[in-house]
């Protein structure tokens, strides 16, 4: 049987980051994938037959991939900062809407002031997002340490009052008590809430505060919070990681799904084949492996997603029902459609009850603005979209037609703000068919391995320990051989690279 260090199961864009720092650090690494490409949920595709457009397929935008991680790795990834952070139109007038400004604090203050009739939500909206720039300039540094306990954490993160005051609410209170506490618009108080439900199916009251950590990951990346483009789309973070890895040495081999695991001895067999290690790395879900071991190694609520993902490409972008602002400038960030606060509530209330929310929250926004070149010469002038819709979970589509129908009622959400119909403008592939695709979490389950769709690999959890396991980096198992280098690990979820880097660092003991 062949031998190595270290065996990783799943060449995601963490398992590629383990597999990296480990062949660097002079270890013997094989990384095996079962999909016949490398990168998971970060990937780019062409999707669209004839087009020569490279969508971020899943994941769009990067923020909690530490600087650290791309250096240490020389990684060849540019990120771009976008300017407009949002842009929402008013849902009982579209002809209106709330833009938020991050280079011009006057301009955004106007625009509250216009869309709320007042200059109290920009206010508490200053303090709130003040607040939380101070805990994150604490709590992202701690991502790459071993981890910290609760106490030790508070202490990082509240280094004012203003922070204290919101920390102590952030970990005790539901995020939708505590805008009720802070904000008054709807609009307003829905725009806070919606980092909240990203990938979480939650109520805003929910008191297991899964949707309070969900908000926190999405305010802290790189200590600011920022959500940025990466040239080239995702395909370009993972190919960097791929690269450093192999260029390291580490060996990956794709086509492999990995079928069984001996965690005791180190072993790990595929149809056909077997390895043996002195570490096994799982960059796959929890869930993955613990059918792999048949039993239960994680523990925890099972994974649920809850989003519809679409991609869509354009001839041009489409016109706004408010003419006050131009759609380049709309698209720029995240354009929000019927995420106002008692909105989200609703469509909660329906999902969770069995039907496809009536009014679809989603969010939309278009790299091309950005960074057009993920298209070819013959598609200038050309845009796309990426819409990530809401309250969406599995469930909902176990029957024919509710995934047409969730589709259908997303794009009228859509076409709710807009001057035309988006149908007007999405561009034909050479089949003459509108360039459209659309991925529920039932669908991502089975294309990239995301157990019930959760695009966290299972909730998403606080990023200190409890007591028991301070000092460890929150990605071991009762298994002193296998370690968890995905993004199911603590302080996993998104594109971050983290848990990749805390279980490469829990074998090398930096
Ligand atoms: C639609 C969508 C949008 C998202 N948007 C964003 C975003 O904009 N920004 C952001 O930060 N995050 C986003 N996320 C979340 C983010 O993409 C994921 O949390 C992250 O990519 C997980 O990375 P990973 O390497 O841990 O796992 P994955 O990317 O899930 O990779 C795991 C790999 O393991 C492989 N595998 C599974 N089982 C086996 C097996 N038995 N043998 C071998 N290989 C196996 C899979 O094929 C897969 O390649 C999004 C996710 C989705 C789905």
């Known amino acids: 049987m062949e031998t190595y260090d270290d065996i990783v199961i799943g060449a995601g864009h963490n398992g590629l980051t383990a597999a990296a720092y480990l062949a660097r650090a002079g270890r013997k690494v094989l990384v095996l994938e079962r999909s016949g490409h490398v990168g998971g949920a970060t990937v780019s595709a062409r999707p669209f037959p004839g087009m020569n457009a490279r969508l971020s397929r899943y994941s769009y935008l990067v923020s909690l991939m530490p600087r650290q991680i791309i250096t240490d790795l020389d990684l060849d990834i540019t990120l771009i900062r976008r300017r407009y952070s949002s842009y929402t139109p008013l849902p009982n007038d579209p002809t209106r809407g709330l833009l938020v400004d991050t280079a011009d604090d006057a301009a955004t203050a106007a625009s509250f002031r216009a869309a709320t009739g007042s200059d109290h939500d920009f206010a508490a909206w200053q303090n709130f997002y003040g607040a939380m720039a101070t805990i994150a300039e604490g709590v992202f540094p701690t991502m790459l340490r071993p981890l910290m306990s609760a106490d030790e954490m508070a202490s990082v993160a509240a280094t004012d009052l203003d922070a204290m005051d919101l920390w102590e609410q952030l970990t005790s209170t539901p995020i939708g008590t505590i805008i009720d506490s802070r904000f008054t618009d709807d609009v307003v108080r829905g725009i806070v809430a919606t980092d909240g439900l990203i990938g979480t199916f939650a109520d805003l009251y929910d008191p297991s505060l899964l949707q309070n950590i969900c908000l926190l990951y999405h305010l802290i990346g790189g200590g600011t919070g920022d959500w940025d483009v990466p040239v080239g789309g995702m395909g370009a973070v993972s190919g960097a990681l791929a690269a450093a890895a192999v260029a390291a040495g580490a060996e990956i081999r794709t086509g492999v799904e990995v079928t069984a695991i001996d965690a005791e001895d180190g072993r790990v067999g595929w149809p056909g084949g077997a390895a043996a290690a002195e570490f096994i790395h799982a960059a796959c879900?929890?869930?993955?492996?613990?059918?792999?071991?048949?039993?239960?190694?994680?523990?925890?609520?099972?994974?649920?997603?809850?989003?519809?993902?679409?991609?869509?490409?354009?001839?041009?972008?489409?016109?706004?029902?408010?003419?006050?602002?131009a759609p380049g400038v709309a698209f720029s960030g995240t354009f929000h459609i019927h995420e106002g606060f008692d909105a989200l509530g609703r469509s909660y209330q329906e999902a969770a009850t069995g039907s496809i929310p009536s009014t679809p929250p989603c969010e939309i926004y278009c790299h091309t603005l950005s960074d057009p070149s993920i298209l070819g010469p013959s598609l200038t002038g050309m845009h796309t979209l990426t819409l990530f819709?809401?309250?969406?979970?599995?469930?909902?589509?176990?029957?024919?037609?509710?995934?047409?129908?969730?589709?259908?009622?997303?794009?009228?959400?859509?076409?709710?703000?807009?001057?035309?119909?988006?149908?007007d403008v999405i561009a034909t592939d050479i089949n003459g068919d509108p360039c459209i695709e659309a991925k529920t979490a039932l669908e991502l389950q089975d294309a990239v391995g995301l157990p019930g769709g959760n695009i966290f690999h299972r909730p998403l959890q606080w990023p200190w320990a409890p007591t028991a396991d301070v000092g460890t980096w929150g990605v071991e198992t009762k298994h002193p051989r296998l370690l968890i280098a995905g993004a199911g690990a603590r302080r996993g979820g998104g594109v971050s690279g983290i848990p990749g880097h805390n279980a490469a660092a829990a074998v090398l003991g930096a």
Not at 302 to 323: E, M, S
Not at 398 to 420: C, F, I, N, P, R
């Open 389 to 423: 819709g809401l309250h969406m979970p599995p469930e909902l589509f176990t029957s024919s037609g509710a995934k047409d129908q969730a589709v259908q009622a997303t794009l009228a959400a859509l076409d709710s703000v807009l001057g035309e119909p988006i149908a």
């Open 285 to 325: 879900a929890p869930a993955v492996l613990d059918n792999l071991l048949d039993a239960p190694t994680v523990g925890g609520p099972p994974p649920q997603g809850a989003q519809l993902k679409i991609n869509v490409l354009l001839r041009r972008l489409p016109k706004l029902r408010d003419h006050t602002v």
